[in-house]
């Protein structure tokens, strides 16, 4: 660990947060290793510019995600094997709505190919209704249900790919998907639904053309990874 951890000024209303994201950073980084002793809470306070509560709250919140450990009289530690034990939704919700979109990106590639390759007439009616509904919704400028229709046309490719693990995963995605999408929403006008993209990605996984399926699966998350 650096001699000196430097962190981001904090803005936001939610500290406690902020500064969870921000220890957890560093120890996803490396900054902070196994076995090492975090600053004490004093001189976490100075580093953030928050008080005492903000800090042990996010403390805490890192002990019971199985990060840190505290030793009476020694101090907080970063455990030498440390393993996240939280909900894995709580850790989407820390992070940054561009690495969630990053991570997604790297499910759907997969899921969108095996999508297209194990998909099932059930499976082919579901997204459609989805996508028509995406589209009405876009039409009427309903916000509200484009979003949702959105998130449940992507999460019936997820049950095509017949893969638990990867539904499970992109349900996950989906809580906080749903955060992001309603950002961009306030600046609907601006906003660009890629509504060929989804047809040209429906028809991919309709034809069992995998390989497409991922090239236009990429192309819709790349636009929305820069608009983000």
Same mark, same amino acid.
């Given at each position: 660990?650096?001699? $000196? ?5 904090? @803005?936001?209303? /939610? ?8 220890? %957890?950073?560093? &120890? ?15 001189? #976490? ?14 403390? /805490? *919140? ?5 990060? #840190?450990?505290? @030793?009476?009289?020694?101090? =907080? +530690?970063?455990? =030498?094997?440390? &393993? ?14 561009? $690495? *969630?979109? $990053?991570?997604?990106?790297? *499910?759907?590639?997969?899921?969108? /190919? ?31 249900? +484009? ?40 600046? +609907? %006008? ?12 429906? @028809?991919?996984?309709?034809? @069992? ?12 998350? $790349? ?6």
């Amino acid at each position: 660990m650096n001699n $000196e951890l430097s962190f981001q000024p904090l @803005k936001s209303r /939610r500290l406690v947060d902020d500064v969870v994201y921000q220890l %957890q950073h560093k &120890i996803s980084t490396g900054e902070i290793q196994p076995g090492e002793k975090i600053p004490t809470e004093p001189k #976490l306070m100075e580093l953030f510019g928050v008080g005492r509560s903000t800090i042990r709250e996010a403390i /805490r *919140v890192l002990v019971h995600a199985g990060l #840190l450990e505290k @030793k009476q009289g020694f101090g =907080t +530690y970063l455990k =030498t094997n440390p &393993i996240i034990q939280e909900p894995l939704t709580n850790r989407l919700h820390r992070a940054k709505l561009i $690495e *969630v979109y $990053e991570a997604r990106k790297m *499910v759907e590639l997969e899921m969108a /190919r095996l999508a297209a390759l194990r998909r099932d007439e059930t499976d082919l009616e579901t997204m459609r209704n989805h996508l028509d509904t995406r589209h009405s919704a876009l039409q009427n400028a309903n916000r509200e249900l +484009y979003t949702k229709s959105d998130i449940k046309f992507h999460m019936s490719i997820a049950v095509a790919c017949k893969n638990g693990v990867i539904i499970d995963l992109f349900r996950s995605f989906s809580h906080v998907i749903t955060d992001a999408m309603d950002k961009l929403n306030n600046e +609907y %006008q601006s906003h660009d639904p890629q509504s060929d993209y989804h047809e040209k990605l429906y @028809k991919s996984i309709k034809d @069992k053309e995998p390989d497409l399926a991922a090239k236009y699966t990429r192309l819709i998350l $790349e636009g929305t990874i820069a608009e983000l």
